[in-house]
Structure formats: structure tokens, C-alpha cells
């Protein structure tokens, strides 16, 4: 069986059916909203680090990176919250 990476990423799109049914599991509703207009990009630590690491460099250290990644978010977070005054 595919994962949903590889059978429905890059120009494989799921079908309305499939689309539907997701949906109906996640929020009781056949009633899908256009496409498009699902999850919004937020700032995303690790999504910012892998966009400029070549992929090289994230095979070898991706968990080093990851968790920089991670300690970072939680930082921000923290901050925003009000937890940390810097």
C-alpha cells in the first residue's frame, strides 16, 4: 500500500470522493471548502531550516537540525506567551 506522500503528492491530487470522505472522518461534514484553502503557511522553524539546508546536509544532520529546529519554536513560543521578557 502507498503512503499518502507518494500516492497523492506532486500532481496526483485526491479525488472529490476521497477529499470528501477525509473530511467527513475529520469534521462530521461531507461539505468541502475549495481547494486551496486548507491549513495556511505559518512560520514553521523547521519548514524555515529545510527550505535553505540542502538535502545532503539534512540526511546527515537532520536530528541535530531538528532539534535546533524544535528549541527554536519552543523559544518563539515562549517569548510570544510572555514567559521569557528579552
Avoid: C, W
Amino acid at each position: 500500500m502507498a503512503s499518502n506522500f507518494e500516492a497523492y503528492g506532486f500532481g496526483n491530487p485526491k479525488t472529490e470522493d476521497e477529499r470528501a470522505e477525509r473530511h467527513e472522518q475529520k469534521y462530521g461534514s461531507r461539505d468541502l471548502p475549495p481547494r486551496g484553502t486548507g491549513r495556511k503557511a505559518g512560520f514553521n522553524p523547521i519548514g524555515a531550516l529545510t527550505s535553505i539546508i540542502p538535502a545532503e546536509t539534512m540526511a546527515k544532520y537532520g536530528v541535530v537540525i531538528g532539534a535546533i529546529a524544535g528549541a527554536v519554536g519552543a523559544y518563539l513560543l515562549m517569548k510570544k506567551m510572555g514567559m521569557i521578557k528579552h
